[in-house]
């Protein structure tokens, strides 16, 4: 198969392969058959939160930015794109999201208290009528330290949860790591740990509290000192937890990350783990507890992770951490692994908030200013068609057909971005500017193109060789183009925000189906069209007609030689007629004026021989 054919059938096969990938999502997963629409051209809900500190001192302004980031991280990690997220008026936070708030979303928004690292004391049944006493903290770990197992017998056959977790830290061979042998107290009455606050107060504070429904205990949890023992439930309201005083606080986690499980022997298991790290002066603090814990020292050997008044894990402690590093695992997929890393990395945040009001916004610029982009670049499409008709004639058949495919594949594409939840792509207003500008870019790439071939044509090539030789020219510098384009959208993408972002990713984006068009269709279509008589043999209307290209430099005659503009019997003030005048009367023609040339330089011999006398 030729590679033209090649490129024109990949091609096809992309474009069937995007076309019933839409249409499938939209008969049996829910899709939308067109692209999203962001804030300014939809509307949206709008959330205002207010901040306040955690001991009563002023909010600064380096807070409230550091408190915008972690909610701008939470809610990208979701996929929801275009969403708007402010500081206005120093003590609140604007959190503008496109269209239909999903509860997802507005739970990751309103998630405002901060993270806590606290020792597993007890834990009971929800409804609390267990009796209070120290338990394994929904897991233990199995002899060869596998999956974590519950009491209840179903537990090993259900699914692991970040509720029934096992935690390693990343041993160190370096001593110094290593925690002292007693964890310290610090400015607590006992080690956060100890056996010390399972005082009858406490207990029958674990009896009483109802976890069936979570959200009852949760303000409690949020108004409850550091330093003092808590009772937390999980998310779900399936487990209820006595937790000690706060060891480390959420903000100190460094970093976190999702990692593929192995077994000792190095071989994947099949599951994720969670890996996470804390800054220097949290490390001792969580080292001491990990090593207290793991050396029995405490009622438990687990510790919660709190946030938002919720254990979203109280995993098991296996191995001490030494050096402020640990790995979490307990039979994760993917998606729980990662979610649980988001919420450690993005959880904590420096200031408490309180949602001060919700309501939805309609579009600021709505279905008109769209309905006038649309219009702008559909006149913008048709001075390129025109443009291209007068100056190509029929050969801008090329240029229309690339430019309809480069709108099949740029809206296919848009489409299936956004209605993958990950990307959750938005098209704003300022997307709909980058579409329009690369109509221009696109039209581009065909210029450069076909001006290429007619060089080669006017050079005296045929037109089949002029199309294979003017390519090989042309891709370099469509090439050259494309990735400064390409670059500039990068740069753009990652210095700007808000609707800046969303027309550099049109642009890059545009920017790459370009040459996907120019090298699997634009080329191949050119190639094949000059296969035929039409094109082939120059028709005036064909855009590649020799005599219409005015060859005023020498022609190309093989073997390193070239033909002037008399050896081809063409002149730059030759008629039409003349120009296509047959060879016989062409030869007799300049074989006359030849003669007359030559007659007149002796007539202008004998005239200055005679003025010399």
Known sequence: MPARRFALAAL????????????????KGGWEPAPKLALDLEGGTQIILQAQSRDGSPIDAAAMEQARQIMSQRVNAMGVAETEITVQGGTNIVIDVPGQLDQETSSAIRQTAAMSFRPVLGAVAPEGTDEAAPSDAGGEASDGGGEATGGDEEAEEAPADPSQALFSGLVSDDSSLAPPSSAAAGDLEHPAWSMDWLTPEIQTELMSADCVDPRAQQERVAQAASDEPVVVCD????????????????????????????????????YYVVNMSFSDDAAQSFSEMTSALYNGEGATGAFGIVLDGLVISAPEVQEPSPGGEAQISGNFSQDEASQLSDQLRFGALPLEFEVASEQQISATLGADQLEMGLIAGLIGLAL????????????????????????????????????????????SLAGVVGLIVAIAFTADS???????????????????AAVDHGWDRAKRTILASDSVNLIAAVVLYLLSTGGVRGFAFVLGLTTLLDLLVV?????????????????????????????RLDREVPAYAGRGRVRSTAERGRRG??????????????????????????????????DTEEQSR
């Not at 004639?393 to 489409?415: H, Y």
């Open 12 to 27: 096809a096969v992309l474009i069937l392969l995007l076309g019933g990938g839409i249409g499938a999502g939209v008969w």
């Open 235 to 270: 998310p779900d309201g399936t487990a209820k937890y006595l937790l000690g005083p706060e060891v480390v606080a959420g903000s100190a986690i460094r970093s976190s990350s999702v990692g593929s499980d192995v077994t000792p022997t190095g071989q994947p298991t099949g």
């Open 384 to 427: 390129v068609v025109l443009y291209a008709f007068a100056q190509y004639r029929l050969l801008s058949i090329v240029t229309s057909s690339s430019l309809l495919i480069m709108g099949l594949l740029t809206f296919g594409t848009l489409t299936v971005l956004s209605n993958i939840p990950e990307i959750g792509y938005r098209l």
């Open 446 to 464: 065909f210029i450069v193109y076909f001006e290429r071939v007619r060089d080669e044509i006017r050079e005296g090539r045929g037109i089949v």
């Open 519 to 547: 090298f699997l269709f634009t080329h191949p279509m050119l190639q094949a069209l000059v296969r035929t008589r039409f094109f082939g043999k120059g028709h005036p209307w064909s855009g590649l007609d020799p005599a």
């Open 573 to 606: 003030g030759d008629t039409e007629e003349e120009r296509r005048e047959p060879i016989a009367v062409r030869r007799a023609r300049l074989e006359r004026e030849a003669a007359e040339r030559a007659e007149a330089e002796t007539t202008a011999d004998d």
